[in-house]
């Protein structure tokens, strides 16, 4: 019998990979890497990696005189069975790298520094211009009902179906309570517009993880309805050099994949204990929506009147709302 | 020293090595407290095995398809599907890659596979180029993330189709051979001859010890691409980049050469590429759009570990100025 020690190296490799996986599953912790509705191919591929362990252990051992495979020609291909060198040696560290680092190094919650790296400012501000460049542009394309009242809209029967708002009403959400649909963030059509005309109707808007990337973005593509309104929030705390001492943003990763393509959403606020609160402390706030601007480009700021420090939520990230 | 004493060994290894790779989470988190690195190298950790642990399943599919493709698809096979004439042939590739739902990192093994069973190299590389840019998870979240607008994600579609063929074509008038590093060349004749000898079980068996293969000589390209990838997001800044241009042509540059760092999933750039759109012309938003699909960082080092490094570079450049060339021409209508 012959032992074939890279054999038996790329079978552990293998075998860890599934190991590593399965682990961030159980633990939760892959929540901080990638988006939970995509965990399914995650699992699909600890499960591949195990396939490929229990086919490459049988490649161990050899009996003495058997050939490898069917390896009898001369290409170059590499079966493992050449001998060990240099380059191998710096091959293999490569892939035990990842290994390394993901049992080592714990998982970090994506922070301001990072923020600061996506041009948190240019990508804020950038939103609210782009709708107004839209609006002057094509002033038919976006149907913009009348605005009936500034902020307090009592909410009219007529324009919902009556049955659905009797029999479902939605339980306020209290923000300490975890969100169960948050993790796979669908809701049925039939919810999905529930929650639209109530963000429409109601005079306070209260963002949740479930709702926040559908409702940040109408917020900004009909800015003119909700200004003046109430809007709760959270986030972490962002500064720029150019803000004001007042001024903050209270931001969240949005996360469509992976963490690598997550991009920033959040509201500049303004309030006057700004400066005394450190960046990347989670703030939960209330305030009203206003029209300002920030280096010459309209955007909605809030005006907080309400806040209080939070700890990191334990889904620090928010995910695109899906209707099935 | 019989067939029992192999199975047992192989058995009693197996079980070892499980037994290891589980003691390595108690001793991760042991060691964990031992030392501290820097914040900013812990984020840049995270990020790259994000990216990591959304592409390696999709790798493994795509290994997995390789090796299927080594033991049951035959040179005649493919001589048979493959129109003689070049530009049906470029067509033809074009249009299997688009029906094709592969994302760029799992296709890179495939196409390599093909290309080592006797597909030409411009057909490879036309299925290369339209397999990660049009699917119906890009179209549908190119159309969210451009606010439900359909005009974004079909100019992305029909554009990166017309792109793909151009450059096809080009390869197919100035590229000779197949380009394939000779270690990435083992498909030989004998091996199909032999592999019509054996039986369907051991034909699985060559499949995934073909995959296993596969894997090792892709996986370390693949993570020093996404290692180069997070270590961008993490040192370098998006207004640096963005600083550089405000021209048309500038502008398209910037988002190509932000689309080729970022290494974003194609599944996924959507998102990123529409936060951008108020900052810059819709041409400079469908190059990172139409570009990051064709190639970026992490795909360079992938396809490194398949073709002639002079062929990626060439492949590299091409890709950059017909996209930009094309881009540039058509502005009028976007």
Known sequence: MIFHFQQALRAYILIAFTVFLWHLHYSG?????????????????????????????????TKKHEHNEHCHHDHNHDHGNTPFNLKKLVSYAIVIFPLAT?????????DASIAAKKGTMLVLSGKAQEVSNQQANLPDVIETPPVESDNTTQIDPELNNVDEYNNENIPPIDDNVQDPNAY????????????????????????????????????????????????????????????????????????????????????????????????????????????????????????????????????????????? | MGRRTH???????GVILVGLAISMITLG??????????????????????????????????????????????????QKWIPKNKFLAVTMSCVVGAAFPACECGIVPIVRRLIAKGVPIYA???????????????????????????????MRMILGFA??????????????????KPSALHANANTNKEHHKQKFSQKIWGMLTHSVDEFFDMVKYLIIGAFLAAAVQVYVSSETLLGIGTGVVSSTLV??????????????????????????????????LIYGPMIDLKNTFMMLSVFKARFVFFFVALVTIVVLSVLILVQGIL
């Open chain 2, 255 to 288: 988002m190509m050469g932000l689309a080729y760092v970022l290494s974003l999933c194609s599944e996924a750039d959507a998102f990123i590429g529409a936060s951008f759109r108020n900052l810059f012309p819709t041409t400079a938003i469908m190059g990172f």
């Open chain 2, 124 to 154: 490879g590389i036309g299925f290369l180029l339209t397999g990660p840019l049009i699917n119906p998870i890009v179209i549908f979240s190119t159309y969210m993330a451009f606010g439900n607008d359909f005009k974004i994600a079909a």
């Open chain 1, 102 to 110: 993901g049992y080592l190094l714990p998982a970090k919650t994506l």
């Open chain 2, 29 to 78: 988190n042991t060691i964990e407290n031992w030392f501290s690195v820097s914040s900013a190298f812990q984020n840049l950790n995270t990020i790259f095995l994000s990216i990591l642990i959304e592409a390696v399943p999709f790798v493994l599919i795509g290994v997995l398809i390789a090796g299927f493709i080594q033991i049951f698809i035959t040179e005649e096979h493919i």
């Open chain 1, 184 to 324: 796979s963030n669908t809701v049925s059509e039939e919810k999905y517009n529930e929650m639209i005309s109530e963000l429409e109707n109601s005079s306070v808007i209260e963002m949740t993880a479930q709702n926040y990337s559908a409702f940040y973005e109408i917020i900004n593509r009909d800015l003119s309805q909700y200004i003046g309104k109430t809007i709760k929030f959270k986030g972490f705390v962002y500064k720029e050099d150019g803000f004001t001492s007042n001024q903050l943003v209270l931001g969240q990763f949005l996360v469509t994949h992976c963490v690598a393509d997550a991009s920033i959403v959040g509201f500049l606020s303004e309030f006057d204990e700004a400066s005394s609160i450190d960046v990347d402390t989670w703030v939960q706030a209330e305030g009203i929506i206003e029209l300002g601007s920030y280096n010459g480009v309209e955007m909605p700021i809030v005006k907080v009147n309400n806040w209080k420090v939070i700890g990191e939520p334990d889904q620090p990230y928010l995910y695109s709302l899906y209707t099935n």
């Open chain 2, 7 to 13: 199975s047992f060994l192989i058995d009693f290894t």
């Open chain 1, 29 to 61: 912790e892959i929540t901080k890497y990638i988006n939970p509705k995509y965990e399914m191919i995650s699992h699909i591929g600890a499960v591949i990696f195990l396939l490929l362990f229990i086919v490459q252990v049988g490649r161990i051992w």
């Open chain 2, 163 to 180: 792109i793909a063929m151009i450059i096809a074509l080009i390869i197919s008038l100035f590229v000779k051979g197949n380009q394939l």
